[in-house]
């Protein structure tokens, strides 16, 4: 009979079965399966595009460049089945359940409670944003699947009776910073426990302290990629990284670099974020996994102290740095991108419940019914919870960009603001091969100087070669004089000095030069597999395609005199997103724009009332109310 109980070595596992490793297999496979039959058909939100394209032409993603990833996609891009975008998602899944693997194994060797060890792996393998994660071609599963490994490798180490396994799992520490920066981050946590885990007649020799540096340095060498791949000139080429100083800037995520002092630091905004992020795993893990998640590691504690402190000084770390380096604002955007940087924290909650699992059952035969009945509960708690976490028969994304490919005339410059309105168009071209005539011009966040011919040579000294966005109306009226290209755009603040006429069209709005007719793209013209929903919906990407539409019907029927529907487009607009102040600035401007300043100073009130400190929205408040007055409207 197998022994249960916690490992009483300090930092060791428990010897493995093929029993144990057949468990860890057929609970890894039952959370593919389930990502399966939820995964996303075809490119998503988010940043989906923009790596599909990068995996599928070897070329790089948006800095630090995911090198370890991006290498590893594109060989998921050969596989003969499905849509591109769907083989890539195929790689999230793959990742998240290997991570579901990996998890139980360490649950078994730690506890040796098989039990245990299977019902926390499912309780975190059906978290809400881990299994969000593993429906679309993101970086985090495979993140995750590295964290997994390294820490397996690091505590199974000192068994193999080989100090090779040593520097080979250094080796691959490195290679974990070409994964994700959180890796780089966990670097010091890496080589703390490899040093731990060493033997005693190691820890005295100064060669095998530089060997595990000169093995993690050999690692980071995966980054020697992205120069490699930018010289070949791919799709996808963020940041050009040819030259050493675009390279570091690359690797160093220079261009995210105002993100750290972009708003003020302070001990309450720290605080406030902390809570936020709090809140986030409390509600991941239906908030009793989470606590329990944390009782584990006091109970870990009392049998492996050294352990418990490691794993919990390892999640502590990776949280406070996201938030600080992040420096949020509490605002729906913000709070959708940090909720992926909880994933390694979350992982490490998954082994305190897993050990509060197993202590709770140890050796009291009264309590295992007990334990079974509250790990199902916990996991078909997650499972309702988080029961629209459903990709399948997603196309919205993909439709969205088909739309706006379809109302682009031939050889025309397509300028989006966000990245929704990018990098599914981008995928559409770079994998499908869809619309190549089109001209994106705006797909790094930059305007892309080398995409129009002429225009680097033109203006690159004075607008640098990642233009700034204040650098937008210059770059579109030398594009406008100098070409006879159809320039389409959405609304954005910086082309407030655009030498053109702006008329809605679509989803877009059409840049006319003088004597240029313009070209009618009615919205019943456009086609959806999915039909967008009617009503605000908690999805991020999803909402702001929502709000596009809306905008744009509201723009369309303004241009058609009919002020009715266009405000009920614009209210229905405000609705979908969220009412933030943003949104409702936007809105007020569209309103002032077409005369409807009653309308206009409403929401720009709203914006105030949310950001009482805004003296731009008050004067622009101030100026609709008297245009009111005088027009009566």
Request: aromatic letters at 10%.
């Amino acid at each position: 009979m197998r022994k249960t109980g916690f490992d009483s070595q300090p930092g060791r596992l428990a010897p493995l079965s093929t029993g144990d490793r057949r468990i860890a297999l057929g609970v890894g496979l039952a959370a593919l399966l389930i990502y399966l039959l939820t995964l996303a058909p075809t490119v998503t939100g988010e940043d989906s595009g923009e790596l599909i394209g990068a995996a599928y032409s070897l070329g790089v993603p948006h800095p630090p460049g995911y090198p370890v990833w991006t290498f590893l996609a594109h060989l998921f891009t050969w596989l003969p089945i499905g849509a591109v975008g769907w083989r890539v998602n195929l790689l999230s899944a793959c990742c998240a359940a290997g991570t579901v693997s990996l998890l139980t194994l360490l649950g078994i060797g730690l506890t040796r409670n098989r039990g245990a060890a299977v019902l926390g792996a499912l309780c975190f393998a059906f978290s809400r944003v881990f299994w969000e994660h593993a429906l679309i071609a993101e970086v985090y599963t495979f993140t995750t699947l590295f964290m997994a490994l390294i820490l397996y490798r690091c505590l199974r180490v000192c068994d193999e009776g080989s100090s090779t396994h040593l520097y080979t799992t250094a080796l691959l520490a490195g290679m974990g910073t070409g994964v994700h920066s959180t890796l780089v981050l966990l670097l010091p946590f890496w080589l703390i426990l490899l040093v731990h885990q060493s033997p005693l007649q190691l820890r005295r020799s100064l060669p095998h302290y530089l060997k595990l540096g000169v093995a993690m340095l050999l690692g980071t060498a995966v980054y020697l990629y992205l120069p490699l791949a930018s010289l070949r000139n791919p799709a996808v080429d963020w940041g050009d990284p040819e030259t050493l100083s675009r390279w570091w800037d690359v690797v160093r995520r220079a261009q995210f670099g105002f993100m750290v002092d972009q708003y003020p630091h302070s001990l309450p905004r720290f605080f406030g974020q902390c809570l936020t992020m709090t809140q986030f795993w409390l509600r991941d893990f239906v908030g009793l996994g989470a606590l329990l998640g944390l009782l584990g590691f006091v109970l870990l504690g009392r049998r492996q102290r050294y352990l418990a402190c490691y794993l919990v000084a390892m999640a502590l770390a990776t949280l406070l740095a996201a938030v600080y380096m992040q420096n949020f604002e509490h605002n729906r955007e913000w709070l959708w991108v940090m909720r992926v940087f909880l994933l390694p924290a979350e992982f490490i909650t998954a082994i305190g419940l897993i050990a509060t699992f197993a202590w709770l059952g140890e050796n009291n035969k009264n309590l295992r019914g007990f334990v079974v009945g509250l790990g199902v509960a916990l996991l078909l708690a997650s499972l309702m919870h988080n029961s629209t976490v459903n990709k399948r028969g997603d196309y919205v994304a993909e439709d969205y960009a088909r739309n706006i490919l379809a109302s682009l005339p031939e050889n025309a410059v397509y300028v989006p603001v966000a990245d929704h309105q990018a990098f599914p168009v981008l995928y559409l071209q770079v994998a499908e091969g869809l619309r190549p005539d089109v001209t994106l011009l705006r797909k790094y966040g930059y305007l892309d100087l080398a995409a129009v011919p002429g225009l680097a040579e033109a203006g690159e000294a004075e607008w640098g070669h990642f233009p700034l966005r204040r650098h937008d109306p210059e770059i579109l009226n030398w594009i406008l004089e100098n070409t006879d290209r159809p320039v389409y755009l959405f609304p954005q603040e910086a082309t407030s000095g655009l030498e053109a006429s702006l008329i809605p069209t679509g989803l877009l709005l059409q840049a006319l030069r003088p004597g240029e007719l313009p070209q009618e793209t009615p919205l019943s013209a456009l086609t959806w597999r999915n039909l967008l929903p009617t009503h605000p919906v908690a999805d991020y990407s999803l909402s702001l395609i929502q709000y596009d539409w809306a905008t744009a019907a509201a723009r369309m029927a303004f241009s058609d005199g009919d002020e009715t529907a266009a405000l009920e487009h614009v209210a229905a607009a405000a609705d979908f997103g969220h009412r933030e102040s943003a949104i409702l600035h936007n809105l007020g401007v569209l309103c002032a724009r077409n005369g409807a300043y009653g309308h206009a100073a409403s929401y720009f009130q709203e914006v105030l009332e949310q950001s009482p400190e805004n003296d731009a929205v008050r004067s622009k408040l101030e100026r609709a109310q008297a245009l009111a007055a005088k027009s009566g409207a």
